[in-house]
């Protein structure tokens, strides 16, 4: 699976964006998807994922109520919607893509990865 990470950019806290991520390859209704983020100077952390069907997320708790990941597979795209960005959700946002499961937080569960979008939150 090739994946291609976009919609990033510079927005003010409080705004919001959306990012998409394009898979091709394999076939992208199996696998399971992941975002990720790497803020400046630190590790990188699990953001969000979705189950093949799009019927099961989950969400790491600093962007739960705030963030929503979601999936066309007739398009062959996963999206994460950002809303209410504060300026801790500075980073560089990743895609994933795995398989044999319904989702996960573990980055070492992901197969394939995206090359990263940026987003920048200013205060």
């Known amino acids: 699976v090739q994946l291609q990470a976009s919609g990033g950019g510079l927005v003010q806290a409080g705004g919001s964006l959306r990012l998409s991520c394009a898979a091709s390859?394999?076939?992208?209704?199996?696998?399971?998807m992941g975002w990720f983020r790497q803020a400046p100077g630190k590790e990188r952390e699990f953001v969000a994922t979705i189950s093949w069907s799009g019927g099961t997320t989950y969400y790491t708790e600093s962007v739960k109520g705030r963030f929503t990941i979601s999936r066309d597979n007739a398009k062959n795209t996963v999206y994460l919607q950002m809303n209410s960005l504060k300026a801790e959700d500075t980073a560089v946002y990743y895609c994933a893509a795995g398989s044999n499961l319904y989702g996960s937080r573990r980055s070492n569960n992901y197969n394939y990865w995206g090359q990263g979008t940026l987003v920048t939150v200013s205060s």
């Open positions: 390859g394999r076939t992208f209704s199996r696998e399971f």
